[in-house]
């Protein structure tokens, strides 16, 4: 087994407007107050590769001002900005250095999943060719708004993947990443974006399924009604309706099918409290 340790972390808390819509509460409760977000990373020890990140959040540089957070997304999302929850604070609070992370991987590249790119500059960073192209070109008005091009700027270690005939549990899938010896790899998901992927981690008994936002609340895969707000949320920032439709039941069959399977997003806090604290490894 060459992973050691996993650690689940809220790398950027958020508190959106119309916390109601988004499931937070009753009416009478808050009525139009903040709901509550968060931003699930996950960091992998392996033994041979040093430490893998696995989305990043917000990242000094943006808690700083420096990136060019909007305004109007700032007031829409209402992030905490909290220096204390970026990656490289909580990596360092678990006695590890910046140059113990060897390599991050993305689900996508959205300003608030990519931020804490700077603060790793001599790490790989693993990503859908597709999803790369995007945000180096950002030729939809969608994309102009998601993607910071302040956040790579300092020129990442960029490593680029395209199916090319593996597959995992029946999907197409990236399973080998370059210099990486650990299980973990890209299972794409596009729709949201357009190069989404889910990112997969054989973590011993359980494989993880970090699905990024290929859905945003835990009863798209689950059954239920999803909160109104969640799912205005995902058809404004959808960049192929009927791919991200397809993810969701591509993810919802592997739930229901594998009972060794451990599936989560990265904003629903319901999920994020199924494993440890940030600083507990699974």
Known sequence: MSIRAVHHLNCATMCPVAGFWLGAGSWSEIGFGRGHMVAHCVLVETERDGLVLIDTGFGTRDVEGKTGLSTAFKQLTGPTLDP????????????YDVDDVRHLVVTHLDLDHAGGLPDFPAARVHLHSREHAAAMTRSHFKERER???????????????????DTWRGLPAVTRLRGLDADIGLLPMHGHSRGHSAVIVDAGPHWLVHAGDAYFHHHAVEGGRVPFGFAAFERATQMDPAARRASVAALRQLRTSYD???????????????????????
């Open 147 to 165: 993607y910071l091009k302040a956040q790579w700027a300092h020129g990442p270690r960029w490593e680029v993947y395209t199916e090319d005939g």
């Open 260 to 282: 060794d399977i451990e599936l989560f997003c990265a904003h629903d806090p319901h999920e994020f409290a199924r494993y440890a604290s940030p600083l507990t490894s699974t």
């Open 84 to 95: 204390a929850e970026t990656a490289i604070a909580q990596i360092e609070a678990l006695g």
